[in-house]
C-alpha cells in the first residue's frame, strides 16, 4: 500500500516570496493533516480536513498561510508571503475515518523549507 | 494551551541497554501515542494507547498510559543501533476539554543515540 506522498521534498525561498506544497493521502483516507515542524520541536497542527471541508484551522496563520483539498483527495499547502519563521518542515497526514480520537495517523515524509 | 513535558530530551545509551523515557501533562488526555522519527522522514506510529493503566508492547517496546492520564511512558528494551532517532508521544485531549478531536499534542522529542 503506497503511503502518504509529499513533494517537492526541498525547498529554498526568499523572504517574501511564494511557496506551494502537495500532498497526496493514502488512498481511501477520509481526513488529511498538515503539520509544521521547526527543528527541534515535535509537529503542530496546522489545519485537518475531513474529506473537503476544513474541520480545524485555528492555529493556521490566515493572513499568509493557505490550504485548500479539491475532490477530497489531494491537498495544496500555499504560503504568501515567506517569513524568515516559516522554516520549517511541513508533514502532511492522513487517517481512514471521521479524524475521531481514535485514528491513527500516517505521516508523509515532509517538505523541508528554508526561507532566506 | 496544552503542553507536554517530554523527557529526557536526549539519551546516549550503550547497545544492549534498556532505555525509558515519558511524557506527562497538565491536562487529562483520551488517548496517548508514541512515534519514532528517523532523519528526513515523517513520524512512524510505534504505540497506541486509549485506556488509562492500559500497557502494551510492541516487539522490545512496552508503553503505558498512566493511571492519572496525565502521562505515558515507553520502555525500549535491549536497544540495538537501528532504534537510533527522535521518539514523540502524543496526546489527545479529553472530549471534554474542548480542543478538536485531530489535534494531537507532540512533546519536544526525546533523542536517541545508540552506541555500538
Not at chain 1, 502518504?4 to 497526496?24: D, G, H, L, M, T
Request: proline share 4%; with cysteine; charged share 15%.
Amino acid at each position: 500500500e503506497a503511503g502518504v506522498a509529499q513533494s517537492p521534498r526541498y525547498k529554498i525561498i526568499e523572504k517574501r516570496q511564494s511557496v506551494a506544497f502537495w500532498c497526496n493521502p493514502i488512498s481511501g483516507h477520509a481526513t488529511l493533516y498538515w503539520y509544521q515542524q521547526i527543528l527541534g520541536q515535535g509537529p503542530k497542527l496546522l489545519i485537518q480536513f475531513q474529506n473537503n471541508g476544513v474541520v480545524d484551522d485555528s492555529q493556521l496563520p490566515k493572513d499568509r498561510f493557505s490550504a485548500e483539498r479539491l475532490k477530497g483527495v489531494d491537498s495544496t499547502l500555499k504560503i504568501q508571503p515567506a517569513k524568515l519563521e516559516d522554516s520549517a518542515v511541513y508533514l502532511c497526514a492522513s487517517s481512514q475515518g471521521q479524524g475521531a480520537f481514535t485514528e491513527k495517523l500516517f505521516f508523509g515524509s515532509g517538505t523541508q523549507l528554508s526561507v532566506l | 494551551g496544552q503542553q507536554l513535558n517530554q523527557s529526557p530530551q536526549s539519551m546516549f545509551i550503550q547497545e544492549g541497554e534498556d532505555v525509558s523515557m515519558n511524557c506527562t501533562s497538565s491536562s487529562i488526555f483520551n488517548t496517548w501515542l508514541w512515534y519514532k522519527q528517523d532523519p528526513g522522514e515523517g513520524p512512524v506510529l510505534l504505540i497506541a494507547l486509549y485506556k488509562a493503566g492500559e500497557l502494551t508492547s510492541n516487539g522490545r517496546l512496552t508503553a503505558q498510559f498512566g493511571i492519572t492520564r496525565k502521562d505515558s511512558f515507553l520502555n525500549i528494551s535491549a536497544s540495538i543501533p537501528s532504534d537510533v532517532g527522535i521518539y514523540f508521544c502524543a496526546g489527545q485531549a479529553s472530549m471534554n476539554y474542548g480542543g478538536s478531536q485531530g489535534n494531537l499534542i507532540f512533546g519536544k522529542g526525546t533523542k536517541l543515540s545508540v552506541k555500538p
